[in-house]
């Protein structure tokens, strides 16, 4: 026996330690999956495409968001998190199969992808939960949310880091995996109704669900904010995702920047660091901004590769007709 650290967990804990936030979790998939299967399937007139787009928008980031919330509050173990895991793969897995050999549209395509897409959020959470143990004090989440900010803006921003190179060369690669905000299936005026079909706004990474699960099973487990932090990361990300898709031409953006920055805020006061723990919260906070400044330099300053010369054509050119064989 020993006494608590000040960074330990002495706060009340969750209230939930039953399976009740798995099942809220769930009906939260449910309840975004048939609102994924109207999008797609729900033609609507032309002027209702803008502000339904942007309601889209709010309901496909937050939403997930608060679903995470909800299912964070599990009482995780690793088994547990592990199953949760794997049955969101096979989800994703099978979704995947069944959206791409129907091409995305019709009533197969779509409810393909929208297995896929709920896919996506159970296993996100399960991860979330199974990095969440391995976090034994609440004051491992300063030095873990500096750390990645500037990690991913390093990753994003850095035009030969993978992340970059991946959307750059296989966007399909990104799709397959990440979490899509769907835009609203527009009918043209004199024209039949649309087939069903799923049209993407923009995407929204996995990592970033993971670990906004991985803060919220560690926000639930500490006694820390956790509503609070729902409560305001749910708007700020979807501001943060109009802001990516915006027609100035901004484009992919780390989104673990204002998902670590709204996490810290809403926390700080929970965080009692002393001495040492200080040093090193700082050491890390340095790093990060190091990482992210060299990913926004290589940004500004990178120059593609020059394209290859074309190589000179080898066909034998066309003669043009011949006289035929013995003609004078």
């Known amino acids: ?19 009740r936030p798995f099942g809220l979790f769930l009906a939260w998939v449910a309840v975004l999956a048939l609102l994924r299967l109207l999008v797609a399937a729900v033609p609507v007139p032309v002027d209702l495409v803008a502000p339904l787009s942007l309601l889209s928008t709010l309901v496909f980031v937050g939403g997930p968001i608060v679903a995470l919330y909800v299912g964070g509050a599990t009482a995780w173990r690793a088994g547990q998190a592990s199953l949760v ?19 995305g549209q019709g009533p197969a395509g779509v409810g393909g992808v ?10 996100c959470l399960g991860l979330g939960g199974l990095v969440s143990l ?14 990645l900010a500037g990690f991913d803006v390093f990753l994003v921003m850095t035009p030969f880091a993978p992340t970059a190179k991946v959307v750059e060369q296989n966007p399909g690669v990104l799709k397959a995996v990440a979490m899509s905000v769907p835009q609203v299936n527009q009918a043209k005026p004199g024209e039949p109704p649309p087939a069903a079909k799923v049209v993407d706004l923009g995407l929204v990474g996995p990592a970033d669900l993971a670990f906004m699960g991985m803060f ?8 820390m904010r956790a509503r609070r932090t729902v409560l305001w990361l749910a708007p700020v990300m979807a501001l943060y995702f109009l802001l990516a898709i915006s ?3 901004i484009g992919m953006l ?7 920055i709204t996490v810290l805020a809403v926390n700080w006061r929970e965080f009692g660091l002393q001495g040492q723990e200080r040093v090193a919260t700082w050491v890390v906070a340095a790093v990060s901004v190091a990482l992210a400044g060299y990913g926004v330099y290589q940004r500004l300053t990178y120059k593609p590769p ?15 007709p011949q006289a035929p064989a013995g003609s004078p």
């Open 306 to 320: 020059p394209e290859p010369p074309a190589e000179p054509s080898h066909a034998v050119p066309d003669p043009g």
């Open 85 to 103: 895991l794997a049955a969101g793969v096979a989800l994703h897995v099978v979704g995947f199969a069944v959206a791409r050999s129907a091409g």
């Open 247 to 249: 027609p100035f031409g």
């Open 134 to 147: 391995v976090l034994k004090e609440k004051g491992l989440l300063l030095p873990v949310a500096l750390f």
């Open 114 to 123: 929208v297995a896929m897409q709920s896919g996506v959020l159970v296993w």
């Open 1 to 19: 026996m020993r006494p608590l650290g000040p960074n330990e967990q002495t706060s009340k804990p969750s209230r939930w330690t039953d399976g």
């Open 254 to 260: 780390p989104a673990m920047v204002p998902i670590g």
């Open 216 to 223: 919220f099973a560690c926000l639930h487990r500490f006694g």
